[in-house]
């Protein structure tokens, strides 16, 4: 497995693990850890995300935590997506 996502990350130029998967399958001890060696793998982007925690976004060698956001937005009104009423 550890070869495979090597391989798949030497051609990926934008990355968004969790790091829940990333400790279990790498041990890495932190976000930030995981998010350098995925940069280290020649990923350019990458946004470790920690389930309801921050994020760790890595880019040209900077890293941010993103801290969560409090409450949902919805971007569209409750109700059907498509009018009830047939068009005639």
């Known amino acids: 497995m550890r ?3 090597r391989e798949a990350l030497e051609v990926t130029d934008i990355a968004l693990p969790s ?3 990333e400790a279990t399958l790498w041990d890495d001890v ?3 850890e995981a998010a350098k ?3 280290d793998a020649g990923v350019q982007e990458i946004a470790v995300k920690s389930g309801p925690a921050a994020v760790a ?3 040209e060698g900077t890293l941010v935590r993103v801290p969560p956001r409090r409450s949902a937005i919805f971007a ?3 109700g059907p997506a498509i009018p009830s009423t047939p068009v005639t």
Do not use: C, M, V
Request: glycine share 0%; proline share 11%.
């Open 19 to 21: 790091f829940d998967d």
């Open 37 to 39: 060696r995925i940069s």
């Open 30 to 32: 932190d976000p930030e």
């Open 57 to 59: 976004l890595f880019n």
């Open 76 to 78: 569209t009104r409750p």
């Open 3 to 5: 070869h495979a996502l």
